[in-house]
């Protein structure tokens, strides 16, 4: 399965790339995100509450970050568990972009492969649910990115993070592991 979208926001690449690298932030932008931590310098561990039709689960999902390049671009290789409902694994690929002083455009596409109960429900049903994701994800990244503000409850972190800034993109791995869920993932993160 590909999914991808583009996503355009009224702030420099900066400060959009600083709110993706804020694990408070895309806690609060992940909807049934339950816990996300760091378990090393690029990798991340995530557990996420997802229903898709008749299957609810909460799936345990891991994301490791490559081909990093701040502020601009990163991999991210992710693989969720959700028990009977099904897995899936993948690659997702974001690319941040000044497309006008003051404006990013925000590029993501990811790859997956899913197995399980979420396989069986077929395409349109998973599809309507990563965009539903993928849009509560984006709305409420907005509005996070507009306070200006981080979450107010912290997010768990196995290890302090890296002294690079390239390293650190838990949004993606929430939205990833929002919408990932589901056919992990988006991603999701952002």
């Not at 816990?35 to 990798?43: G, L």
């Not at 996420?48 to 970050?65: D, E, H, Q, W």
């Not at 974001?94 to 399980?116: H, I, K, M, N, Y």
Request: proline content about 5%; some cysteine; hydrophobic content about 45%.
């Amino acid at each position: 399965m590909n999914y991808q979208g583009t996503q355009l926001l009224e702030h420099p690449v900066q400060r959009v790339w600083d709110a993706l690298l804020d694990p408070a932030v895309l806690r609060q932008c992940i909807a049934g995100c339950e816990t996300f931590e760091r378990t090393s310098d690029t990798d991340f561990a995530s557990t996420v509450k997802v229903s898709i039709g008749p299957v609810a689960a909460r799936f345990n999902s891991t994301v490791s970050l490559a081909d990093v390049a701040a502020p601009h671009r990163c991999t991210l290789r992710f693989s969720g568990q959700g028990g009977v409902a099904g897995f899936g694994k993948g690659e997702a690929r974001v690319t941040l972009a000044e497309t006008a002083p003051g404006q990013t455009r925000l590029d993501w596409s990811a790859d997956a492969q899913v197995g399980g109960k979420i396989a069986q429900l077929g395409a349109r049903l998973i599809e309507g649910t990563v965009r539903k994701m993928s849009e509560d994800f984006f709305q409420r990244f907005v509005a996070q990115l507009a306070s200006g503000a981080s979450a107010a409850a912290p997010v768990p972190v196995a290890t302090p993070p890296a002294a690079s800034t390239g390293t650190r993109w838990p949004w993606v791995v929430a939205l990833l592991a929002g919408a990932g869920a589901l056919l992990w993932l988006l991603g999701r993160a952002a």
